[in-house]
């Protein structure tokens, strides 16, 4: 099976330098270089992704950026090929709701639409969009809700009354085509649970290689039970370079400028976090710039002052592309990525690692040979130059 690599819109915003925020914290640009998050910057974004190969896009959601369904729809108007992982909070929304907004995105994108369900975040924040139940019973409602908007997406006409979500005679006019994949996260057991039942890809945040094995072996398992076999991504950051000492030199650029009062700030916010998985990030750097690399090209910078996914890969491009097989060899087919700045580091990794991975034969764009062969040197078969015009 060839790879599939996703890049990351910023609509929260963009920078030479680390952004901070998610998980209930403020976004901060941790130094000067901003660049807000226009439509015209993220279809720069957008369309160098496209034009490099990779398959999609992940969009955050929150009340940190923009919103992800609004931006993305614009957004298609400026791409060809490019697919929009939107992320959605399935609690702010009805499922007929979400199943007909989903149906009409897939028919005018030209089925460009994947969907990375969220169950919650902090309970905070859900509580300023009017959502007041605790973590467990997200995740319950999560299941309840999947389970419609799948029904109606197959086409039934559905009645449903459940703890959380109740719906009578719903059904879609029009269902997808095709039907969305539907990405899945989570690092608790009421995670796993759901993600064993409705989860076409299982989505982990980049840890070592042993802890991302277990994860994938535990919903395996679970998958197995509903009789169900997913597939296996994860969502990391990368700073990939010509040479190891170049990405390094890189990532202390990103460290140096990261202020000691910033990281603190950022630490005592996220350790009020409910989510497991945002604790497992927490655990691999300690709140401390020391001993950042914890498995070989694995940075754990990142998670200083930015919630969720907080390691990258770091590394000549080669060994980005070692760390990428290795992951691949315990089950991880899709690779969700992101970098400092978006529009610069989308094509340090897409013509310094895909062309090594496309010559081991575990990638290819998905545009094809066409698209993706570099441009012809000008008369260099021999030909000569025409005289100038006089």
């Not at 969220?118 to 409602?141: H, I, P, W």
């Not at 679970?222 to 991504?233: C, I």
């Not at 010509?242 to 990281?263: F, G, V």
Request: a negative charge.
């Amino acid at each position: 099976m060839s790879l599939t690599f996703h890049w990351f819109l910023p609509t929260y915003g963009d920078s030479r330098y680390l952004v901070g925020g998610g998980h209930g914290v403020a976004t901060t640009n941790t130094a000067s270089g901003s660049r807000p998050a226009t439509l015209a910057y993220l279809g720069q974004i957008a369309r160098s992704a496209e034009q490099l190969g990779f398959e999609g896009a992940l969009t955050p959601t929150g009340a940190w950026c923009e919103d992800a369904w609004l931006s993305t729809a614009m957004l298609t108007e400026v791409t060809e090929r490019l697919k929009f992982l939107i992320a959605f909070r399935p609690g702010l929304l009805s499922p007929t709701l979400a199943a007909q907004m989903a149906a009409t995105f897939q028919r005018h994108s030209g089925k460009r639409l994947l969907l990375n369900v969220v169950t919650g975040g902090e309970s905070a924040e859900q509580r300023a969009y009017g959502d007041f139940l605790d973590k467990d019973a997200r995740y319950a409602r999560c299941d309840e809700f999947l389970h419609v908007v799948r029904s109606l997406w197959r086409g039934e006409r559905v009645d449903f009354s459940g703890t959380h979500v109740h719906v009578e005679g719903a059904e879609l006019t029009r269902t997808p085509d095709p039907v969305p994949t539907v990405y899945f996260g989570g690092s608790s057991p009421a995670a796993g649970t759901v993600a064993a039942k409705h989860a076409d890809v299982y989505l982990t945040w980049g840890e070592p290689p042993q802890k991302v094995a277990e994860k994938v072996e535990w919903i395996r398992g679970l998958a197995a039970e509903q009789g169900r076999t997913p597939r296996f991504g994860i969502r990391l950051h990368v700073i990939s370079r010509d040479t190891s000492e170049q990405a390094w030199a890189e990532a202390q650029r990103l460290l140096d400028a990261l202020d000691p009062a910033t990281i603190a700030r950022v630490q005592e916010g996220l350790s009020r976090s409910e989510s497991e998985g945002q604790r497992r990030m927490r655990e691999l750097h300690g709140g401390s710039t020391a001993d950042l690399e914890i498995y070989p090209n694995l940075w754990a910078g990142v998670g200083l002052v930015r919630g969720g996914a907080g390691t990258a890969l770091v590394g000549s491009h080669a060994e980005v592309a070692e760390r990428i097989e290795e992951y691949h060899a315990l089950g991880i087919d899709e690779f969700v990525l992101s970098g400092h700045p978006h529009l610069e580091e989308a094509y340090w990794f897409g013509e310094g690692v895909l062309p090594i991975l496309e010559r081991k034969g575990l990638w290819r764009h998905p545009a094809g040979a066409v698209e993706a062969a570099p441009a012809g040197i000008p008369f260099a078969d021999g030909a000569r130059e025409p005289a100038a015009a006089s």
